[in-house]
């Protein structure tokens, strides 16, 4: 699998609300990998081939054109041969101005049609200017027009950025310290979030802990205390149960073992050969 950021930084409908925008592509063979848990809500766009989504019910084919993200533990993904898509994450509190419907109903385990959020003509505009284009600008340009053109609202409601910025660069995990800080109730917190992310402000803390947990430089089991401790849990056993929930593995697994962690630090993805027999 090739796993190829796109830099987005030059548009700036994209810059502002945009995360990431990614090239991903298989060669030819069959190829299933880990997804894990990031915070992200974003469009993937498949230029060629399939994709299928494991769920309780089996391989579950994705559109040719979903929304995908606001995992809360790790997903399997199958590309076919010759594979190719494009997707583009945004901040999860910043897609809601996009859309007409809170986010509450779209579906966190397997992707959604995009045709459920969107127009039909605007997401048969974006595939085909999507597929017609040849090259990382003409990707940009068309991404940055989808935006344009969609856009509802420039105003988000500040609580919900404010909420977002202290549980992402505050490191702020309780709820009741969020919504005291922001002068609300915390039921009007998570009335908010159930609006405008799509989560509970505290689903939202656990998968921005474990990502964080995912790039600490760890060399032995008895630095978990450490990493328990810069995350703010409670003790060793919260955050070990949190991360096994989320990942499918004990941190200690993880860590210890190098192919995991060279594969999350190159793509933010696991090959599942690799994750297979840990789970």
């Known amino acids: 699998m090739k796993f190829r950021l796109i830099n987005h930084q030059s548009k700036p409908l994209s810059a502002k609300y945009l995360t990431d925008i990614y090239d991903l ?17 974003g469009i993937t766009v498949i230029l060629e081939g399939d994709c299928h989504i494991k769920t309780d019910k089996g391989w579950q084919k994705q559109s040719k054109i979903h929304l995908y993200g606001l995992i809360n533990k790790v997903q399997l993904l199958k590309m076919s ?8 994450g945004f901040y999860p509190h910043v897609l809601q101005l996009f859309l007409k419907d809170a986010l509450l109903s779209t579906n966190k385990t397997s992707g959604t049609d995009l045709f459920d959020l969107f127009k039909k003509e605007e997401v048969n505009k974006l595939y085909e200017h999507l597929c017609e284009s040849k090259n990382d600008e003409e ?42 800080v922001l002068n609300i109730t915390p039921t ?12 509970s402000p505290k689903d939202l803390i656990k998968i921005h802990r474990i990502k964080k947990a995912l790039d600490f430089p760890l ?10 401790y810069y995350l703010k849990y409670f003790d060793q056993a919260h955050f070990s149960k949190d991360f096994k929930e989320a990942i499918g593995i004990s941190p200690k697994q993880y860590f210890i073992d190098s192919q995991l962690s060279s594969d999350f630090s190159d793509f933010k993805h696991w090959r599942y050969d690799s994750f297979k027999n840990l789970i």
Not at 219 to 228: G, H, M, W
């Open 219 to 228: 060399t032995s089991e008895e630095s978990l205390t450490q990493v328990a």
């Open 139 to 180: 990707f940009r340009n068309n991404i940055e027009l989808f935006l344009k053109d969609n856009l509802l609202v420039e105003t988000m409601d500040k609580r919900v950025s404010a909420a977002h910025h202290l549980i992402t660069n505050e490191s702020m995990y309780k709820v009741d310290d969020i919504s005291s």
């Open 81 to 88: 041969p010759n594979y190719r898509e494009i997707s583009f």
């Open 188 to 199: 009007t917190l998570r009335n908010l979030f159930n609006q405008h992310v799509g989560i």
């Open 25 to 41: 592509s298989n060669g030819i063979k069959e190829f299933i990998y880990c997804c894990v848990p990031n915070g992200e809500l």
